[in-house]
């Protein structure tokens, strides 16, 4: 059994990203830019969103934080959003989700400059990947396939199943795995809450993708000798024994799933940190564009 170590590999490209900005600094062009929002006080968001500042630190990114109050209404909102997308200094940008119930997620990323917007989520992105043309990869499932690709996790003609169709995680991974070159060309199946036989669909699965939300839902009895499985949940379980009083949970039971795998990613450690250093690629590449 090989892990998957993300938070390394996420170590490596970050300093790959520090020597190309240094590289494009002394060619007389501007650090690249990155400015996110986010609206309200939710817990894991605020440790995403500070993990990203962060990572725009080690990469030499200016970076610009935009908190707003969980009653910012929707108009506000799109305030904000135009003036980035009217910004020159701003290269790319993202607003973090889930957003408070009274604002139109949908609405909110269709506000979105295609052209800034460094999540992938605007359909115009979301339609150009569809067809392999050139645009902004979310940045979770881009986060996976270069930890594939990284580790030569073989995928040509094999069987890949995801669990959940979400249009951040599942639908796009979905997409990814299915087109033509390496990491791709699988044959894929997408699972969801309306699946009949999930079991034995996730049993045939040559590399499993989980991406549910639901804590330990992938068991020993759901995996194939010798499969990759892919860990995409984070989330927070209640935990007495914690400072902070909760732990992070995937949606793998890994304790007794990794003993099977050819490899496999954790929870914490895996796909979190791939996520965020996607973002930085992204970004790298909205600044190289603008320029
Ligand atoms: N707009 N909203 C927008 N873009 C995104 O790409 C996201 N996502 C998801 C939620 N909402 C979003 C993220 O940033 C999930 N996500 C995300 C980012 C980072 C981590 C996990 C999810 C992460 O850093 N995970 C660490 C542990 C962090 C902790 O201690 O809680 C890990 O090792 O998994």
Same mark, same amino acid.
């Given at each position: 059994?090989?892990?998957?170590?993300?938070?390394?590999?996420?170590?490596?490209?970050?300093?790959?990203?520090?020597?190309?900005?240094?590289?494009?600094?002394?060619?007389?062009?501007?650090?690249?830019?990155?400015?996110?929002?986010?609206?309200?006080?939710?817990?894991?968001?605020?440790?995403? !969103?500070?993990?990203?500042? /962060?990572? #725009?630190? =080690?990469? +030499?990114?200016?970076?610009?934080?935009?908190?707003?109050? $969980?009653?910012?209404?929707?108009?506000?909102?799109?305030?904000?959003?135009?003036?980035?997308?009217?910004?020159?200094?701003?290269?790319?940008?993202?607003?973090?989700?889930?957003?408070?119930?009274?604002?139109?997620?949908?609405?909110?990323?269709?506000?979105?400059?295609?052209?800034?917007?460094?999540?992938?989520?605007?359909?115009?992105?979301?339609?150009?990947?569809?067809?392999?043309?050139?645009?902004?990869?979310?940045?979770?499932?881009?986060?996976?396939?270069?930890?594939?690709?990284?580790?030569? !996790?073989?995928?040509?003609? /094999?069987? #890949?199943? =995801?669990? +959940?169709?979400?249009?951040?995680?599942?639908?796009?991974? $979905?997409?990814?795995?299915?087109?033509?070159?390496?990491?791709?060309?699988?044959?894929?199946?997408?699972?969801?809450?309306?699946?009949?036989?999930?079991?034995?669909?996730?049993?045939?699965?040559?590399?499993?993708?989980?991406?549910?939300?639901?804590?330990?839902?992938?068991?020993?009895?759901?995996?194939?000798?010798?499969?990759?499985?892919?860990?995409?949940?984070?989330?927070?379980?209640?935990?007495?024994?914690?400072?902070?009083?909760?732990?992070?949970?995937?949606?793998?039971?890994?304790?007794? !799933?990794?003993?099977?795998?050819?490899?496999?990613?954790?929870?914490?450690?895996?796909?979190?940190?791939?996520?965020?250093?996607?973002?930085?690629?992204?970004?790298?590449?909205?600044?190289?564009?603008?320029?």
């Amino acid at each position: 059994m090989i892990l998957i170590d993300g938070k390394k590999t996420a170590a490596d490209i970050k300093a790959e990203i520090a020597a190309e900005v240094e590289q494009m600094l002394s060619q007389g062009m501007r650090r690249p830019h990155l400015a996110a929002i986010l609206v309200g006080d939710d817990g894991a968001s605020q440790t995403y !969103v500070n993990n990203k500042v /962060k990572a #725009c630190e =080690v990469c +030499g990114f200016r970076s610009t934080l935009i908190r707003l109050d $969980a009653s910012t209404s929707q108009d506000e909102l799109l305030e904000h959003i135009q003036r980035l997308n009217h910004d020159p200094e701003v290269d790319g940008f993202i607003v973090q989700l889930p957003l408070p119930k009274h604002i139109n997620e949908q609405a909110v990323i269709e506000a979105i400059d295609p052209s800034k917007d460094v999540d992938g989520f605007h359909p115009v992105n979301v339609g150009r990947m569809s067809i392999g043309l050139p645009c902004f990869l979310p940045a979770t499932p881009a986060g996976i396939m270069e930890l594939l690709k990284r580790y030569n !996790v073989p995928t040509r003609g /094999k069987r #890949c199943v =995801v669990l +959940g169709r979400s249009n951040i995680v599942g639908k796009p991974m $979905a997409m990814l795995m299915m087109q033509k070159g390496n990491p791709g060309d699988a044959t894929v199946t997408v699972c969801h809450s309306a699946t009949e036989n999930l079991k034995e669909i996730a049993r045939e699965a040559d590399i499993l993708i989980a991406a549910l939300g639901q804590p330990g839902f992938v068991t020993e009895d759901m995996v194939k000798e010798g499969a990759t499985v892919i860990d995409v949940g984070t989330t927070r379980v209640p935990d007495a024994s914690r400072k902070s009083g909760f732990r992070l949970s995937g949606d793998v039971d890994f304790e007794h !799933v990794a003993p099977k795998c050819a490899f496999i990613s954790p929870v914490p450690g895996g796909v979190g940190p791939m996520t965020i250093v996607s973002l930085m690629l992204n970004t790298l590449k909205a600044g190289k564009n603008r320029v």
